[in-house]
């Protein structure tokens, strides 16, 4: 897919949209939507501070933590298998001059008691705007909407 990408932009009379799904060499999925993003990487002001809120609310929907010179990154190891084998990331990098955009970053929880957990965590954390879902987007669907410090957009759910 790599190449075939590549040859789109050096040659325009490629077509991608030939591509069918049988020509991928590997197609890893969550539940049964394919994964379309690798990571996630979000800046903050203050990064030992942002570290210790994510970490408060992620740990819970089962990620790890790992902490490189000059970034905070989250994973969900696979069962049975080691971090390094998680298919893809969450991570944090400090920008003292970031501005929050309209983005929403949805991280998908297990069940709707932890949705209902993570509501009291950032609740404690005195995290500002936050709202549950309020059936809005149907009855299969829950979720709680809230602001880091900085002022990103974020959404803990689950659709069961």
């Known amino acids: ?19 069918k799904q049988e020509d991928l060499s590997i197609q890893i999925t ?13 800046r903050v002001r203050d990064r030992a501070a942002a570290t210790t809120f994510y970490d408060s609310f992620l740990s ?29 990331n969450f ?14 970053i949805a ?15 950032v609740l404690s954390l005195g995290v500002s705007n936050v709202e549950m879902d309020n059936g809005i987007y149907g009855d299969d669907y829950y979720g709680v909407f809230f602001e880091d410090a900085d002022g990103n957009r974020l959404e803990v759910c689950v659709n069961d």
């Open 30 to 42: 969550t539940g049964s939507m394919p994964l379309i993003l690798d990571h996630v990487d979000l």
């Open 60 to 88: 819970l929907l089962g990620a790890v933590k790992r902490e490189g010179e000059e970034f905070t990154t989250w994973r969900i190891p696979p069962p049975g298998g080691a971090i390094e084998d998680a298919p893809d």
């Open 91 to 104: 991570g944090i990098v400090e920008d003292r001059q970031h501005v929050p955009g309209a983005v929403r």
């Open 1 to 19: 897919m790599e190449r075939l990408a590549l040859a789109a932009v050096a040659r325009p009379d490629v077509k991608l949209t030939a591509l």
């Open 107 to 121: 991280f998908k929880a297990p069940a709707r008691s932890s949705v209902d957990a993570i509501a009291t965590i």
